[in-house]
């Protein structure tokens, strides 16, 4: 039996990549289940017969999930067949987006992370295909009683899209199904807020009546030449004041999208400390 600190307001969670399910169990209430690296695609071909283990896991065990679907990466260590832009949906990429839907469906996840667009040199029209893409993709969604989560995405990389808070909401509120809100990165949020605290906590105060779902990770609020300074690490490892989370008023999971099952275990110790604060 895992023996847990108690965190009030939090399902604290951690992302599938950061160990095996057995390990997370012990050491987290929720998994998010990174579709890109969970071992469930050959190529672009979902093997049924591996999400079904997966399921048979889960059905042993008192753990809740959210989906993280396949979003754009050029990073060397990303499946390339596995890349979405939801800005220039395909058949293929609509598609992928559309099984995270559904093994979210059967497995009872509450949340499916997806990502927003990238812009090319016409930055409306890349919005307006977002969009139209998204909206095709929240019809989907509602039919089977699944939520999206749009994710806030780093501004340091100048062609990611919904970086803002405002342009995180506009497009929420321009697709209007109730069945897409939005997931918080509190790190990609750092990046676009350029590290400055009070400009963080202004950006949390604006989103939280949208906030479906948290992403928890740390860095240095500063554009770097590995990953736009997005290095997602443990909780305490950056410039981050993890208070802010207290201005989402948010009772539901906190994913820590760190790397391994001890940067889990810093941000657990991180969380559980905001409640006394």
């Known amino acids: 039996m895992r023996i847990l600190p108690f965190v009030q307001g939090m399902i604290i969670g951690a992302s599938s990549f950061a160990g095996s399910f057995p390990e997370l169990e012990q050491v987290v209430e929720s998994i998010e289940l990174y579709i890109p690296k969970l071992g469930v695609y050959e190529g672009t071909k979902l093997i049924k017969s591996r999400v079904k283990k997966i399921r048979d896991f889960l059905s042993t065990c008192d753990l809740s999930t959210s989906i ?39 497995l009872g996840s509450s949340v499916v992370v997806i990502h927003p667009g990238r812009t090319d040199m016409d930055r409306n029209g890349s919005i307006d295909s ?57 790190g990609h949020a750092n990046l676009t807020c350029g590290g400055d605290a009070l400009k963080l906590r202004e950006f949390a105060r604006e989103i939280k009546d949208y906030v479906v779902h948290v992403h928890v990770h740390d860095n240095g609020g500063m554009l770097t030449e590995k990953y736009w300074g997005d290095f997602h690490g443990a909780p305490g490892t950056g410039r981050i004041d993890f208070s802010v989370l207290k201005e989402l008023d948010f009772d539901g999971v906190y994913n820590l999208e760190v790397f391994s099952i001890e940067d889990v275990m810093a941000g657990r110790r991180v969380l559980g400390g905001l409640i006394l604060r």
């Not at 060397?76 to 987006?97: F, G, I, M, S, W």
């Open 68 to 106: 993280h679907a396949p979003y754009f990466s050029d990073a060397p260590n990303y499946p390339h067949e596995l890349v979405v832009d939801t800005a220039k949906l395909n058949e293929t990429q609509e598609r992928l987006l559309k099984e995270s839907i559904t093994m979210a469906e059967e």
């Open 130 to 186: 977002m969009i139209s893409g998204l909206s095709r993709i929240a019809r989907f969604a509602q039919d089977r009683d699944v939520m999206l989560g749009l994710e806030n995405k780093e501004g340091t990389d100048p062609e990611n899209l919904c970086c803002l808070a405002s342009e995180l909401i506009d497009t929420i509120e321009q697709i209007g199904s109730p069945s897409l809100r939005a997931t918080f990165d509190i």
